[in-house]
């Protein structure tokens, strides 16, 4: 009986393992403020929380606790200590917990969450059978992935929603999402189309990397490209020897070089026609339709490296040991920016995300935390390099341990060219989560017999703790559910609100916002928008009652005049509290300075005020031109030209 339930766990946390591998590359919907990131974030919560629980349920069949141990733990745990700490000794405490919404990636609550993700995975990844099989999950992941990009890339709506058209739209939430996850899997489908013995899986396996390379040539980026030139390279490096042994009867292995070369030139084929503008005027047959969808496909934005580096460096000179706290680049940005940035053509925007994940752990975790990623990193490659050297390839499972031990090395050259996203964090622990329990069931007959290589187990034999660990661990659960549901909840309401903006129902956003805000009053976001809300209605009844032509004296009453007055006491009160809540979020300074600008005409000292709050908005953002202009526009308008030219010449 024991036994049959053992099998039954194990089938189950198999199962979830890939469903919520489906779940985080296809899941979006539009009841949460951002469509993409939280849902799949939410989804990684329940998924986590459920094999907790069947964790500590397999100790107690066991009767005793087991913690498997992997070569990546005492990194990983640095960053989680480090993340821990700097959140909790952070100016930006609510921001560090929660992230910069609606921005959940980054913050502590993604990092623990990301981390006992990988913890479980390797203790419940148990058979080679349940890591090919996950593999070939992702693998189907992505072809959904690339089909459904390459839909919307040439304009064909395949969602009848709207705000599923756009060109770029994918259901990763970001395109870089997308090509990370396909790049990751590109070294897998290349040993595959090549060394399988099965002619149907290299047909499949063919299919599938023309497919990815396709997408990738056509939504990519500079980054994108040159990661996705560095696998390939490093790939066919790896597999020479089997390369070679083909080449040396080459009329009779043609076909199948064939699977590999083949979705090769094809991609570079399209990729090469995208780049040509067409010759000669449209009337005369001119036309490149590649290259047109190319050049009006909108791409993401990447901060400049020496700005990103700038700004770390300076960031980490004034928090050496654990940064700033988790999910802050963005007051990092605004404080540290050099005064070139403003030279460039993205003057105007403010970056929440570094050039690269290093630079975003030396200045939000410091220090200890870039150091714990930088050990990460040695030790992935470490032990990657020796698989790729030394494992089999005459089987399915040592081409598989070949392919995972190149995917991680594509999923660190990501994270060192590019800043991260959800989607990158969790399909890379989970491809490292498939390579260490991958050689924890082939090593044993290989040459790779390593203790760096080998995931053990410590073990402990007390009769009572798995219960008392299964009652800890429920009761946390517990905790963490009303926490995040909560988070959910209130961001729920806030997604209302903004669709009810949207259909200018003013009342229903606001009491959207006001369920959002006692849901979680933690988020200067809910509180920041409630004020623009509470503004905006005091302004609507003035503007509908207030003095016509027909009517010079208005139609106001003394409750619409006690509404305004609520309303607007409301809206700088929220707006306090917003800048209370994140200080350093010059967008809060920013919408507290400008309604107490559009007030000034019925509030003593309003522009003083107003003067106050854009001050502190430019403290944190000094090299911000808008804040100064916005400055001198209130000193112009009280005739104070003197210092209206002195801020306007600033």
Request: proline residues 4%; glycine residues 6%.
């Amino acid at each position: 009986m024991r036994e049959n339930l053992q099998i039954y766990l194990e089938w189950i946390s198999k199962s979830g393992v890939m469903v919520i591998t489906l779940l985080t590359l296809l899941l979006f919907w539009n009841l949460t403020t951002d469509y993409f990131e939280t849902p799949k974030f939410l989804a990684l919560v329940v998924f986590t929380a459920v094999f907790l629980v069947l964790y500590i349920l397999n100790f107690l069949l066991q009767g005793r606790v087991i913690f498997t141990r992997t070569p990546f733990d005492i990194p990983l745990l640095i960053i989680l200590v480090t993340a821990a700490i700097s959140t909790f000794l952070s100016p930006s405490v609510n921001t560090a917990i929660f992230g910069n919404m609606a921005r959940v990636h980054g913050s502590l609550m993604s990092i623990v969450v990301y981390i006992i993700f990988y913890f479980l995975l390797v203790s419940h990844l148990k058979k080679v059978s349940s890591v090919s099989q996950i593999i070939y999950v992702i693998i189907f992941g992505g072809v959904f992935l690339s089909l459904l990009s390459l839909l919307s890339y040439f304009s064909i709506k395949w969602l009848p929603i709207s705000w599923a058209s756009g060109l770029n739209f994918t259901p990763t939430g970001a395109t870089f999402s997308t090509n990370a996850v396909l790049i990751m899997m590109l070294p897998i489908l290349i040993i595959r189309a090549v060394m399988d013995s099965n002619i149907v899986n290299r047909s499949i396996h063919s299919i599938a990397l023309g497919l990815f390379l396709i997408n990738i040539a056509l939504t990519g980026t500079q980054t994108i490209y040159w990661v996705t030139l560095a696998v390939l390279l490093i790939t066919l490096f790896a597999i020479r020897k089997q390369l070679g042994d083909l080449k040396e009867d080459l009329q009779k292995n043609l076909p199948f070089l064939a699977f590999l070369v083949g979705p090769l030139i094809a991609a570079a084929i399209i990729f090469t026609f995208s780049q040509i503008p067409p010759v000669g005027p449209p009337a005369g047959g001119g036309k490149n339709p590649l290259y047109t969808f190319y050049q009006n496909y909108p791409r993401e934005l990447q901060l400049p490296f020496l700005t990103s580096w700038k700004v770390s460096v300076s960031a980490f000179r004034d928090s050496p040991i654990i940064g700033t706290g988790p999910a802050t680049h963005l007051f990092n940005f605004t404080t540290y920016k050099p005064v070139e940035f403003n030279s460039s053509k993205y003057w105007n925007l403010r970056f929440d995300t570094p050039f690269n994940e290093y630079l975003g752990f030396l200045a939000t975790l410091g220090g200890a935390g870039f150091i714990g990623l930088v050990i990460l990193t040695i030790v992935y490659f470490s032990t990657a390099l020796k698989t790729i050297a030394f494992s089999s390839t005459t089987d399915e499972y040592g081409q598989l341990n070949k392919g995972l031990a190149l995917a991680g090395l594509a999923f660190f050259m990501l994270l060192l060219l590019h800043p991260s996203t959800l989607v990158l964090w969790v399909i890379g622990l989970l491809m490292l989560a498939c390579f260490v329990s991958l050689n924890r069931q082939l090593l044993q007959n290989t040459s790779l017999k390593t203790e760096s290589l080998n995931p053990s187990n410590l073990k402990f034999n007390f009769d009572a703790l798995p219960a008392l660990a299964l009652m800890v661990l429920v009761a946390l659960t517990g905790v963490g559910f009303v926490f995040v549901g909560k988070f959910a909840l209130a961001d729920f309401h806030h997604r209302k609100a903004l669709d009810a903006v949207v259909q200018n129902q003013g009342l229903v956003a606001y009491n959207e916002l006001v369920a959002a805000e006692n849901l979680n009053p933690k988020i200067d976001l809910y509180r920041s928008d409630l004020a623009q809300i509470n503004f905006a209605l005091a302004n609507a009844i003035a503007t509908s009652k207030g003095p016509t032509e027909s009517s010079p004296s208005g139609s106001l009453t003394d409750a619409d005049k006690t509404n305004i007055q609520q309303f607007l006491s409301q809206a700088i009160a929220e707006g306090r509290n917003a800048t209370f809540i994140s200080p350093r979020n010059v967008s809060n300074w920013e919408v507290l300075g400008n309604i107490y600008r559009q007030i000034s005409g019925v509030a003593q000292n309003a522009l003083q005020f107003a003067l106050d709050s854009y001050g502190r908005a430019i403290a944190l953002d000094p090299l911000n031109p808008n804040l100064r202009l916005n400055v001198g526009g209130i000193y112009y308008s009280t005739g104070n030209y003197d210092l209206a030219i002195r801020f306007f010449t600033d």
